[in-house]
């Protein structure tokens, strides 16, 4: 399984981007997926999941009414669409597949997840 996330880039204070990963094996229904951040000196911290059909969703709070995940199981495709953006923000963001079965507040822990992507740079700056 690879993990290809896009649609980094910068962004002023307030603006938007959305990110999407994209799932290369044939089995992306069977997994959770997560997003994480991880910023300069700092630990990779948990963004958001959704399980594998798209019916519940997890989100750290400090993205909460910000942030949305989505997912396209036909598309091998999950998004994160982030409005109202913040310099703190800023961060390399990461996707990241972990096999279904567990309750969704478990995925706010990376051990929970089998495949991660290469992450996609988000910078948030006037």
């Known amino acids: 399984v690879q993990l290809v996330e896009s649609g980094g880039g910068l962004v002023q204070p307030g603006g938007s981007l959305s990110l999407s990963c994209a799932h290369s094996g044939r089995t992306f229904s069977s997994y959770t997926m997560g997003w994480f951040r991880q910023a300069p000196g700092k630990e990779r911290e948990f963004v958001a999941a959704v399980i594998y059909n798209g019916a519940i969703l997890d989100y750290l709070d400090l993205v909460k009414g910000r942030f949305t995940i989505s997912r396209d199981n036909a598309k091998n495709t999950v998004y994160l669409q982030m409005n109202s953006l913040k310099p703190e923000d800023t961060a390399v963001y990461y996707c990241?597949?972990?096999?279904?079965?567990?309750?969704?507040?478990?995925?706010?822990?990376?051990?929970?997840?089998?495949?991660w992507g290469q992450g996609t740079q988000v910078t948030i700056s006037s």
């Open positions: 990241a597949a972990g096999p279904r079965g567990k309750f969704l507040s478990a995925y706010r822990s990376s051990i929970n997840y089998e495949y």
